[in-house]
């Protein structure tokens, strides 16, 4: 981690403008194909779930990288919603703690 303004950070702040740079083009184009775009990240966060579920359980070690894209995805939903994405991973990684404790 980071050590930034006395806060420890998750991500890098290229890491972070990688993001938001993602973020703005798959705005553009989800915008121009006339959808929603929290409505089309909904739709493809679905799908890859469901696409890492299907390839794990035939021990296709392709679910890794698609699980990788359903992490930018959920990054991009933040996002979307004026969240930030290191102040989020915080809390769960909080709530995860508290409840397997």
């Known amino acids: 981690m980071n050590q930034i303004s006395g806060l420890d950070r998750n991500f890098s702040a290229g890491a972070l403008a990688r993001l938001r740079q993602i973020h703005a083009l798959s ?15 909904l739709e493809m966060i679905w799908h890859h779930a469901e696409e890492i579920r299907e390839l794990q359980s035939k021990g296709d070690a392709h679910f ?36 397997l404790r």
């Open 64 to 99: 890794l990288a698609e699980t990788g894209d359903l992490f930018v995805l959920c990054m991009e939903l933040l996002i979307e919603n004026g969240a930030s994405p290191d102040e989020m991973l915080e809390l769960a990684f909080s709530r995860f703690e508290k409840k």
């Open 27 to 41: 705005q553009r184009r989800n915008t121009a194909a006339g959808k929603p775009h929290q409505e089309k990240l």
